[in-house]
């Protein structure tokens, strides 16, 4: 170094110290990213056993026996072989996520489990994205598993960490399935995913959910609605209700009028439609349903190339055929007969008999879709409504005049039972 000058020795030292600081705060980083503060082994624990049980909820019927198992435990431990057995706190089964068991609609098995049971709380926020259950089954889809969450007093008006209440999520859902470009729904053929019935389906969520919110609670836009299948289904109350109230209804109309015998009168024989009319009404209802079957056939026909891909002709010249036969779409190659293939110039004989088969696979499709349904339609027509439902005279003991009011209160009770679960409980912290 003694050739060097001071100057350059100077700042050759600070260089070496600037690269040891560099190497410090390195060193310290990786430390720390490495070795991060474990949790203690009762939390780890916790967790395994919420996680274990989130899990088996999203199973459904084959995960609700090993879920009560779980759930009735009071020590384990984190999995491993051999570890000790630790205590696990009072109550730590309301803290199983309901977001597996949402997810998958498993609103008859260990969705009902975890509300009604367990009382987990029904408005449990995942913390990394602040959804609740609710949110779940909005993101999925699940019209039966929102109902029911609302139904037992899950909040429409949370906000995830984006901002979204129920409502305006399954907006923003239904917006994106129905703008998806041609390789998203492509990608859906593909694998079999049912994109006309998830529209649908999300078309069902949007509507109830903005009439939960325009009314301010799933009670208030469920009372009106108690005999539509969804609110039966998630809130059979309302519609025993309703029937105990029309059950009232006749019997006071019968002490009214002072009736004390019913006789069950004989349905009245309607007479049918004539030979011709019958069979215009046929007529009608086998075209609406073709119409119907074949519309709905080219809704859910892939595009004419992913088409000819999946048969195994994504050769050009295949697609360069139908073209010129003026067929753009699978419906159009359906209505191709064999001489029109058979005068197309630059296939072979074996390359043209390919291009057929391809043609009258798709026609047969077509032909199966509208019998299946012109054959429902005729024995929908030709069958005759079902006799009315009259008054069976073992019922006249609810409507007799001396029977007490208590009495006739828990017959209707017996009648027409749906009690609203009591689904309450502190938040789990």
């Known amino acids: 170094l003694s050739g060097i ?13 600037q690269r040891d600081c560099c190497f410090d705060v390195w060193r310290h980083r990786t430390v720390t990213m490495a070795a991060p503060r474990a949790l203690p082994y009762e939390r780890r624990v916790l967790r395994h056993m919420l996680e274990s049980c989130d899990w088996l909820a999203s ?6 026996k090993k879920l009560r198992e779980l759930a009735a435990q009071r020590e384990a431990n984190d999995g491993g072989m051999g570890h000790p057995l630790v205590t696990l706190p009072k109550g730590w089964a309301r803290g199983v996520p309901l977001h597996g068991a949402a997810m998958n609609g498993h609103v008859a098995t260990t969705l009902p489990y975890l509300v009604e049971t367990l009382r987990v709380p029904i408005d449990s926020v995942e913390p990394k994205t602040g959804n609740t259950a609710a949110h779940t089954s909005v993101i999925w889809g699940h019209v039966p598993s929102a109902a029911y969450l609302l139904a037992r007093g899950a ?16 907006r923003r859902r239904q917006q994106r399935l129905v703008a998806g470009t041609e390789a998203e729904r492509a990608y859906y053929v593909r694998h079999g995913v049912p994109l006309d019935q998830l529209v649908a389906e999300g078309e069902r969520l949007v509507r109830m959910l903005d009439g939960v919110e325009a009314a301010g609670s799933f009670d208030a836009w469920a009372r009106p609605r108690a005999a539509r299948p969804i609110v039966a289904a998630a809130a059979p ?3 025993a209700a309703d029937r105990r109230f029309d059950l009232a209804v006749l019997r006071a109309g019968c002490v009214a009028r002072d009736i004390r015998t019913f006789e069950a009168a004989a349905a009245p024989a309607k007479k049918g439609p004539s030979k011709k009319k019958l069979a215009k009404m046929v007529a009608e209802a086998e075209a609406t349903a073709r119409a119907a079957a ?7 026909d892939p595009p004419l190339a992913i088409a000819l891909a999946a048969a195994g002709l994504e050769d050009e010249h295949f697609a360069r055929a139908l073209r010129w036969l003026n067929a753009a779409t ?4 359906r209505d191709l007969d064999r001489n029109e293939v058979a005068r197309v110039d630059g296939l072979g004989s074996a390359e ?5 088969l391809f043609c009258s696979e798709a026609a047969a499709k077509r032909s199966e879709a509208v019998d299946a349904v012109q054959r429902a339609a005729r024995e929908a027509v030709a069958t005759p409504p079902p006799a009315p439902t009259r008054l069976d005279p073992r019922s006249s ?3 007799h005049p001396d029977l007490p009011v208590g009495c006739f209160e828990l017959v209707c009770r017996f009648a027409y039972s749906a009690r609203r679960p009591d689904c309450s409980g502190e938040p789990v912290t």
């Open 237 to 239: 109350w309302f519609i």
């Open 59 to 64: 199973r459904g019927l084959g995960g609700l």
């Open 5 to 17: 000058d001071e100057p350059t020795r100077r700042r050759g030292r600070a260089d070496a110290s």
């Open 352 to 356: 043209r008999r390919r291009l057929w």
């Open 330 to 333: 699978v419906d159009d190659a």
């Open 155 to 170: 909040r429409h008006d949370l906000e995830n960490k984006d901002g979204l209440t129920l409502a305006p999520m399954a």
């Open 397 to 399: 003991l609810a409507l």
């Open 294 to 300: 074949e519309a709905e056939l080219r809704r859910a």
